[in-house]
């Protein structure tokens, strides 16, 4: 739901989606959820998720577990030699294994971190392994109908690659190592604001500051529309963003089948130079039955 909102997804929380934008936001969740989302750009960029996370017993409390995927499309080598490709095709994937705890500290306050081991591998022959770590809060005033939240993602150490390989081996001299890569680290705050809650009709507004590591500070915000917790409609905009000037647009739709409740989420973000991103997302939340 944050990418047709603008990708405010600091103060959403209440299921496994949480994983994703915060990790303080999972404390929310009631029980068992399950959150799968594909992104996808005409530039052949893809990116995938699965999370799973579950309530502590007795505790006010949550955990997850997760996975998320970056990979692009097949792409020519290319050499001094042969600057139209050697017929070799290369891939590139980045993964990052994601464990999650949770806790409601107060009946308003609550914190969680999440736990990454990063992979990056090139089919060229380089890889290289590192490890980061989310930290975040969210702050409730139910009465108010307010949410504040702050989040810093992806704290750690840069990254280094190991390999040898060369495409080309004349007038090479020998790899004694490679340059490291700084990780892609933010800060955000984020508030999120019930406008309008009227029978079966809700209104959501939401805006997030956001500070990437290269200081190139960009704002975002983002309404949800609610008709009976089961129809979504959500549009955003992303401010200060190079390259993505158009607002976002997204679609959910909430169904009950049999035990779970299944919500699917649809997105758009239409891009300078990279195409149309498509988000598509489903989070199955299995409903508990009452005991006999």
């Known amino acids: 739901g944050s990418s047709g909102m603008g990708s405010v997804g600091s103060v959403l929380g209440g299921d496994a989606r949480s994983m994703g934008y915060n990790p303080a936001g999972l404390a929310q969740t009631k029980g068992l959820s399950m959150a799968f989302t594909s992104l996808g750009s005409g530039s052949g960029l893809e990116q995938g998720s699965a999370f799973v996370a579950g309530k502590v017993?007795?505790?006010?409390?949550?955990w997850g577990i997760g996975i998320q995927l970056l990979q692009t499309g097949a792409y020519q080598e290319r050499t001094e030699f042969r600057p139209q490709g050697t017929g070799r095709l290369l891939y590139d994937a980045q993964t990052a294994f994601l464990l999650t705890y949770s806790q409601q500290l107060t009946e308003q306050f609550q914190m969680g971190v999440t736990l990454k081991?990063?992979?990056?591998?090139y089919s060229s022959g380089y890889a290289g392994w590192g490890a980061a770590a989310d930290v975040g809060f969210q702050y409730h005033l139910r009465e108010e109908g307010l949410r504040f939240a702050v989040v810093l993602r992806n704290f750690g150490a840069p990254v280094s690659l190991n390999g040898t390989a060369w495409a080309v081996s004349y007038n090479r001299d020998s790899l004694s190592s490679l340059e490291s890569a700084n990780l892609p680290t933010e800060f955000a705050i984020g508030i999120h604001y019930r406008a309008m809650e009227r029978g079966k009709h809700?209104?959501?507004l939401a805006a997030q500051l956001v500070h990437p590591s290269?200081?190139?500070?960009n704002y975002r915000a983002g309404l949800e529309y609610r008709y009976a917790d089961q129809l979504f409609l959500r549009s955003?905009?992303?401010?200060n963003q190079a390259g993505q000037p158009f607002p976002t647009m997204g679609l959910g739709v909430a169904q009950q089948l049999g035990g779970t409740q299944a919500l699917l989420d649809l997105s758009v973000q239409p891009t300078n130079g990279m195409g149309?991103?498509?988000s598509i997302g489903l989070t199955l939340i299995p409903q508990?039955?009452?005991s006999k």
């Open 288 to 290: 508990k039955t009452p």
């Open 57 to 62: 017993r007795q505790r006010s409390a949550a």
């Open 236 to 239: 955003g905009i992303m401010l």
């Open 276 to 278: 149309t991103w498509t």
């Open 202 to 204: 809700h209104l959501d």
């Open 117 to 121: 081991a990063l992979n990056e591998s």
């Open 214 to 217: 290269d200081n190139a500070e």
